[in-house]
C-alpha cells in the first residue's frame, strides 16, 4: 500500500455516492498537486485538521477546521471546492418538483440563462419559478417555449417526445465575477490565521457553473473572482 491510499481508497468510495463530486475535484487536485517537485508525495499532509482558533472558523462558534491538505515545506494549507453550477442544480430541482406536481413521466427541459447570473437570484426565486412553471405549462397545448416573467433573461424549452433540443446562452466573465465572488467569502471559516490559505476550486465540464472555452476567459474570471473578495475586503471595518 502507497501513501494515501487509506484516503485515495475513501474518496473513490464516496464517488459512488451522492457526494462525488466534492470526492472526485479532491482527487483531481491531488493528482495535480503530486506531478509537482514543491507539493510531491511527501510534501502532502492530507485530512489536516487543527484548532478553530487557528482559523477563521473560531468566529463561528466551531472547535476545529479541517483542510483537504497541508504542505509542511511550503506552509501552506488547502481546501478543495467544486464549482458548480448552482443556478442550474436550483433549476433542475424546480424541473423534477413540477413533473411530480404534473405527474409527467416523459419531458425534458432545457433552460437558457445568463450563466454569469448571481444564484441567490435563483435561490429566492424558486418558489416563484416552480409556480409559474405550474401555472404558465398547458398539459394540453405542450407549449415548445416559456419565457420567464420571474427572472429576466430566463427562459425554457420544452421536448415532450424524443428528438433533438437546442439552446444558447451568453457569458461574460467579469459579470460571472461580480455575481459569484460570495461563494469564496461562503468558505471564510478554512481561512488560517496562522499561515497562508490556498482554495482551489475545481471545474468539470459537465457540471460546471460553465465551460470555459478559452483560457484567456478562465483566467480572468478566477482574477476577478479573488479581486472582488480582498479589494472589497480592504474597506470592510471587520478584523481578518
Not at 147 to 155: A, C, F, N
Not at 173 to 188: D, F, G, M, Y
Not at 220 to 223: I, N, V
Given at each position: 500500500?502507497?501513501?494515501?491510499?487509506?484516503?485515495?481508497?475513501?474518496?473513490?468510495?464516496?464517488?459512488?455516492?451522492?457526494?462525488?463530486?466534492?470526492?472526485?475535484?479532491?482527487?483531481?487536485?491531488l493528482g495535480y498537486f503530486v506531478a509537482d517537485a514543491a507539493t510531491v508525495l511527501g510534501n502532502i499532509v492530507l485530512d489536516h485538521t487543527v484548532p478553530a482558533s487557528q482559523t477563521l472558523a473560531s468566529e463561528m462558534g466551531m472547535q476545529h477546521a479541517n483542510h483537504d491538505m497541508r504542505f509542511p515545506s511550503l506552509g501552506v494549507s488547502m481546501d478543495t471546492k467544486l464549482l458548480s453550477d448552482k443556478a442550474g442544480s436550483i433549476l433542475e430541482g424546480i424541473f423534477n418538483d413540477f413533473r411530480e406536481a404534473k405527474s409527467i413521466e416523459n419531458l425534458t427541459v432545457l433552460p437558457s440563462y445568463n450563466p454569469g447570473e448571481d444564484f441567490i437570484t435563483f435561490q429566492a426565486n424558486r418558489q416563484k419559478l416552480l409556480d409559474e412553471l405550474k401555472q404558465g405549462v398547458d398539459l394540453n397545448v405542450r407549449p415548445s417555449m416559456l419565457?420567464?416573467?420571474?427572472?429576466?433573461?430566463?427562459?425554457y424549452k420544452f421536448a415532450w417526445k424524443p428528438g433533438v433540443l437546442t439552446a444558447e446562452n451568453s457569458y461574460s466573465?467579469?459579470?460571472?465575477?461580480?455575481?459569484?465572488?460570495?461563494?469564496?467569502?461562503?468558505?471564510?471559516k478554512k481561512f488560517s490565521t496562522a499561515e497562508p490559505t490556498v482554495i482551489v476550486f475545481v471545474i468539470f465540464p459537465w457540471t460546471a457553473e460553465t465551460v470555459f472555452p478559452f483560457d484567456d476567459l478562465k483566467k480572468?474570471?478566477?482574477?476577478k473572482f479573488g479581486d472582488h473578495l480582498f479589494t472589497g475586503y480592504l474597506s470592510s471595518p471587520d478584523p481578518l
Open positions: 500500500m502507497g501513501p494515501f491510499a487509506k484516503e485515495i481508497c475513501v474518496a473513490i468510495n464516496k464517488i459512488v455516492t451522492s457526494e462525488w463530486d466534492g470526492a472526485y475535484a479532491e482527487l483531481c487536485a419565457v420567464s416573467q420571474v427572472i429576466s433573461g430566463l427562459s466573465p467579469l459579470e460571472h465575477a461580480k455575481n459569484h465572488h460570495r461563494l469564496l467569502s461562503a468558505h471564510a480572468l474570471f478566477f482574477k
